[in-house]
């Protein structure tokens, strides 16, 4: 393993000993690729996937977004974010505690939240 993903994984060490999610507030966590981003709700009292979605079926597009400065990578990190937050809300989850796995809160991490938020997910 590399250097830099080995020190991705221990700083996720480092923040899932603060973060636990449970029934009534669930986790949620996100991995992120060099293509595809993924989003899953979790509990970790049951150790089950409640809603998962990711990018994979997603359809991109090459074209960058000039007036505001956001790729396309970002843009269907956005809409991620509202669909996991459509399927949590449709589970009755309104309510959950963002786990960024250890990478930094900007780019498509942070846009994956605040899709999540616009979407109707309070963290």
Same mark, same amino acid.
Request: aromatic share 6%.
């Given at each position: 393993?590399?250097?830099?993903? !080995? +020190?991705?994984? /221990? ?28 989003? !899953?709700?979790?509990?970790d009292e049951n150790?089950? /996937? ?10 991109? /597009?090459? $074209?960058?977004?000039?007036?505001? %400065?956001?790729?396309? %990578?970002? !843009? ?5 974010? !509202?669909?996991?937050?459509? +399927?949590?809300?449709? %589970?009755? $989850?309104? +309510? &959950? &505690? ?23 997910? $309070?963290?």
């Amino acid at each position: 393993m590399t250097g830099k993903s !080995q +020190k991705r994984i /221990t700083r996720h060490m480092r923040l899932r000993r603060k973060i636990n999610g449970n029934n009534d507030i669930p986790r949620l966590t996100v991995f992120r690729s060099a293509k595809y981003i993924y989003a !899953q709700i979790i509990s970790d009292e049951n150790a089950k /996937t409640l809603a998962s979605s990711s990018d994979i079926k997603m359809k991109k /597009t090459n $074209i960058k977004n000039e007036e505001n %400065k956001i790729t396309v %990578k970002m !843009q269907t990190a956005f809409a991620v974010g !509202q669909d996991i937050a459509s +399927k949590a809300l449709a %589970k009755k $989850i309104n +309510k &959950v &505690v963002f786990d960024r796995a250890g990478y930094k809160f900007h780019g498509r991490i942070k846009a994956l939240a605040e899709g999540a938020r616009k979407g109707g997910l $309070i963290f």
